[in-house]
């Protein structure tokens, strides 16, 4: 079975550590690819670390997942509030999706409060910061654990 996850990020999180670290934190999306590579090594598992600004690309990575990965991490950002294309990619998708946001968006403005990706999600960590995304791969590793061979 394979354990590849990809770790798919949204459209501003290249710019992690510089715009609103009040919000977003200090640590860079360098940072986030390093801890996400840590914990995947501890977990066995082995990611496909992305970024991207544009919907279209992140789709593409979405389909390519469905021939290559085990499961999904997302952080869409903004498309968290916009996209049905999103959704509907990750509609077609067999194994986990886990959610994640940096911030708690249901402390944030009424828009961020609804996620199109939620309602496909097999779970959703906001408000962690960057430990999220080490939250995500680890509840990744137990759903392909447990899941029947």
């Not at 996850?5 to 934190?25: A, C, D, T």
Request: proline share 4%.
């Amino acid at each position: 079975m394979s354990r590849i996850v990809y770790v798919l990020n949204g459209p501003n999180l290249n710019l992690l550590g510089k715009r609103q670290p009040e919000i977003y934190g200090r640590e860079t999306l360098a940072d986030v690819e390093a801890a996400c590579r840590a914990a995947a090594k501890e977990l066995g598992l082995t990611i496909e670390f992305r970024q991207s600004n544009r919907e279209y690309e992140l789709i593409e990575w979405i389909h390519e997942a469905r021939e290559r990965a085990a499961a999904i991490v997302i952080n869409p950002a903004a498309y968290t509030h916009t996209s049905v294309a999103i959704l509907d990619a990750l509609s077609a998708f067999d194994g986990p999706i886990i959610e994640v946001h940096l911030s708690n968006i249901h402390k944030r403005e009424p828009f961020r409060h609804r996620s199109f990706v939620s309602g496909v999600a097999s779970g959703v960590l906001a408000g962690f910061g960057v430990q999220g995304y080490g939250l995500a791969l680890q509840r990744v590793a137990r759903l392909l654990a447990d899941k029947p061979a």
